[in-house]
């Protein structure tokens, strides 16, 4: 996966088009990155007034931690279930969906 372009760059891609009233095109040139890049790091600070990289990807929260109490429920009651069975029933009984890979880090 490619890194980020630095903090700076942005920085001065940005001061070029709101300061010194280059176009996005313009300062995409003379700083050497895409015209795409320049496009959205201009319009992203107009928008939302920050600068700074979004961030890629991401966590996603864990389906399984609000169903956390339900799940050492059943646990308790059956030591012996199998993570498909717990699949199974997690789905049947709460709605959630959650392969046997997802519920073997639950824990």
């Known amino acids: 996966m490619p890194k980020a372009y630095s903090q ?3 920085d001065r891609v940005i001061d070029a088009v709101e300061k010194d009233g280059m176009s996005c095109r313009a300062a995409a040139r003379r700083f050497g990155v895409s015209d795409a890049s320049a496009i959205k790091w201009v319009q992203r600070a107009r ?3 920050d600068r700074c990289c979004p961030g890629t990807g991401g966590h996603r929260p ?3 931690r609000p169903e956390r109490v339900w ?4 646990i308790d009651a ?4 199998t993570l498909a069975a717990l699949s199974i029933r997690l ?3 709460r709605g959630v969906q ?3 890979g997802m519920l073997s ?3």
């Open 98 to 100: 959650a392969d046997t």
């Open 71 to 74: 799940l050492l429920a059943i």
């Open 62 to 64: 864990s389906k399984t």
């Open 78 to 81: 059956e030591p012996d279930i």
């Open 91 to 93: 789905r049947e009984e």
């Open 47 to 49: 928008r939302v007034g």
């Open 8 to 10: 700076d760059l942005r």
């Open 105 to 107: 880090r639950f824990w």
